[in-house]
């Protein structure tokens, strides 16, 4: 077993009367790729909104490479270094494809969009450069300075992969990223995401789609009202007679 990274302990959270997450335990190891399934209304992007501090859990703590992340705003946790990609695209409609992946990298630098005049104009040349490189990377190097808001929805869960991408996250996380995408498209981006695992990069990924998560998982959680009620290997989770039961079989819409 390599380095543990990210650990989610007793993990509880209520909507009102609803136990969304009931006691999530979670421990996912460096550089892999972590999948969690499970039935929609299962607590899945509500656990990576705990993680990302958009949410406060009732109780539990998450920790990432030593650092409680519980209690933190979610800017504290981008310095960090946890990027992700949320279920509903947030991507800025009306600028353009470059612009969209150039400003979570200026905005990291001091955790404001303010710049110094002449560090402003050096950095931003660097940004741009990279910009480019990751729009190429994630196969949109055509649409440059096309408006955001023109693309497909599976063209905007791409940029919003570049626009994580440029923040060089060492914990990525991933809702649901190929929601929406063609096919093609969709193994284009388990391609990327491949391609990435290489630079050692953590990932927990959210995923309906079968056939990504056995072409990228590592490990498999499986989420069913709120609690985990399997993990392992991709292969054994998947023939788990209780996953089955709950999420392979009626429960999966
Ligand atoms: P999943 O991503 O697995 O489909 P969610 O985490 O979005 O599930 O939601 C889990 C449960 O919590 C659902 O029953 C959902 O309706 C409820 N829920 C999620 N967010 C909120 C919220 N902000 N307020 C009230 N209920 C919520
Ligand atoms: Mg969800």
Same mark, same amino acid.
Request: include cysteine.
């Given at each position: 077993? +390599? =380095?543990?990274?990210?650990h989610l302990d007793s993990?509880?959270?209520?909507?009102?009367?609803?136990?969304?997450?009931?006691?999530?335990?979670?421990?996912? !190891?460096?550089?892999?790729?972590?999948?969690?399934?499970?039935?929609?209304?299962?607590?899945?992007?509500?656990?990576?909104?705990?993680?990302?501090?958009?949410?406060?859990?009732? &109780?539990?703590?998450?920790?990432?490479?030593? $650092?409680?992340?519980?209690?933190?705003?979610?800017?504290?946790?981008? $310095?960090?270094? #946890?990027?992700?990609?949320?279920?509903?695209?947030?991507?800025?409609?009306?600028?353009?494809?470059? !612009? =969209?992946? @150039?400003?979570?990298?200026?905005?990291?630098?001091?955790?404001?969009?303010?710049? &110094?005049?002449?560090?402003?104009?050096?950095?931003? =040349?660097?940004?741009?450069?990279?910009?480019?490189?990751?729009?190429?990377?994630?196969?949109?190097?055509?649409?440059?300075?096309?408006?955001?808001? %023109?693309? &497909?929805?599976?063209?905007?869960?791409?940029? !919003?992969?570049? @626009?994580?991408?440029?923040?060089?996250?060492?914990?990525?996380?991933?809702? !649901?990223?190929?929601? +929406? @995408? &063609?096919?093609?498209?969709?193994?284009?981006?388990?391609?990327?995401?491949?391609?990435?695992?290489?630079? +050692?990069?953590?990932?927990?990924?959210?995923?309906?789609? @079968?056939?990504?998560?056995? %072409?990228?998982?590592?490990? #498999?959680?499986?989420?069913?009202?709120?609690?985990?009620?399997?993990?392992?290997?991709?292969?054994?989770?998947?023939?788990?007679?209780?996953?089955?039961e709950a999420y392979l079989?009626?429960?999966?819409?």
């Amino acid at each position: 077993m +390599g =380095n543990l990274v990210l650990h989610l302990d007793s993990i509880q959270k209520s909507f009102g009367g609803l136990r969304a997450l009931v006691n999530v335990n979670l421990h996912v !190891e460096e550089g892999k790729t972590h999948a969690i399934i499970g039935p929609n209304g299962a607590g899945k992007s509500t656990l990576l909104n705990v993680c990302v501090g958009r949410l406060k859990p009732d &109780s539990g703590t998450v920790t990432f490479d030593r $650092q409680e992340l519980t209690g933190k705003k979610p800017h504290e946790i981008a $310095q960090i270094g #946890v990027a992700r990609v949320f279920q509903t695209p947030e991507i800025f409609q009306d600028l353009s494809l470059l !612009e =969209n992946v @150039m400003i979570p990298a200026l905005a990291k630098r001091d955790g404001s969009f303010r710049l &110094s005049f002449y560090q402003g104009i050096r950095n931003q =040349n660097e940004i741009r450069d990279e910009a480019e490189q990751i729009l190429e990377d994630v196969g949109l190097q055509e649409h440059l300075d096309q408006n955001a808001g %023109s693309l &497909s929805r599976g063209d905007k869960r791409r940029l !919003e992969l570049g @626009m994580c991408l440029i923040l060089h996250p060492r914990l990525l996380l991933l809702d !649901e990223p190929t929601a +929406g @995408m &063609s096919r093609h498209d969709t193994n284009r981006t388990i391609d990327l995401l491949k391609q990435i695992k290489e630079g +050692g990069m953590t990932k927990i990924i959210i995923e309906h789609d @079968m056939h990504v998560v056995f %072409s990228l998982a590592d490990k #498999v959680s499986v989420l069913a009202r709120g609690k985990i009620i399997a993990s392992g290997l991709p292969g054994d989770v998947r023939e788990d007679p209780v996953v089955k039961e709950a999420y392979l079989g009626g429960a999966h819409e």
